[in-house]
């Protein structure tokens, strides 16, 4: 008679657990190294639906990542012009990994309405590099949302802005460079371990609400209540 072990089952049903995860996720690599692992819920990307692509606002002034890993795939996502003959006004990643591993993001808001960025889906602008000028909002509220990331803009002078992470662990990790602000915003391990240069801030408080939220945190800044 055959018999066989406990450890013997577990281990068989370990294996099967994995490649059915491995056959449920469609995993995309972009154009920085980044998985986009959609599950097999998901719809095609829509924002970039290949490796590669130059994701732009068209004019419109508006880019919406809305889905799941909707613009991983992109190369570079660029919101107005440098130039200032188009602006921006927002820049929505409110998919689950919306915007994540895309390490060019160029935004440009007019000098006068600027354009606010969000990053609502978890994980959204998680591993992103953004950059740009006249910025009006900064809205981090999804878990894990903008952590692992640059950030290197201006706000708008005569209207300076505050950076909101909001989420749960939203902003770890990362490093802000940011030219007219207004203080920032900490929920709970949002801003652990982050590099906070904020040029020209008028105002405003630097709020550590949550448990761990400014564990480890270096701010350098200055005109702060």
Not at 75 to 82: D, L, Q, T, V
Not at 140 to 155: P, T
Not at 197 to 206: D, F, H, P
Request: hydrophobic residues 30%; glycine residues 12%; negative net charge.
């Amino acid at each position: 008679m055959v018999t066989t072990s406990k450890p013997f089952f577990r281990l068989i049903w370990i294996y099967v657990m994995f490649v059915n995860k491995a056959l449920s996720q469609k995993n995309l690599i972009n154009s920085w190294g980044h998985i986009c692992a959609l599950g097999v819920d998901d719809p095609p990307p829509n924002g970039c639906k290949s490796v590669g692509e130059i994701k732009t606002d068209n004019g419109l002034g508006k880019i919406e990542c809305g889905g799941n890993f909707d613009c991983c795939l992109c190369r570079s996502m660029i919101c107005g012009s440098s130039d200032g003959s188009s602006t921006c006004n927002e820049l929505n990643c409110n998919g689950d990994n919306g915007c994540y591993g895309v390490r060019d993001i160029q935004i440009y808001g007019s000098s006068d309405g600027g354009a606010t960025l969000n990053c609502n889906g978890d994980v959204s602008c998680n591993s992103t590099t953004i950059t740009g000028e006249n910025i009006k909002e900064i809205g981090c509220s999804g878990d894990d949302c903008c952590a692992y990331s640059i950030f290197n803009f201006n706000c708008l002078e005569d209207s300076p802005c505050l950076v909101g992470c909001n989420g749960d662990s939203s902003c770890v990790y990362s490093q802000f460079t940011i030219d007219y602000t207004s203080g920032i915003e900490c929920s709970s391990g949002a801003c652990k371990y982050g590099n906070f240069q904020l040029l020209n801030n008028k105002g405003g408080s630097i709020m550590c609400s949550g448990m761990h939220s400014c564990q480890s945190l270096i701010v350098i800044i200055n005109d702060i209540e």
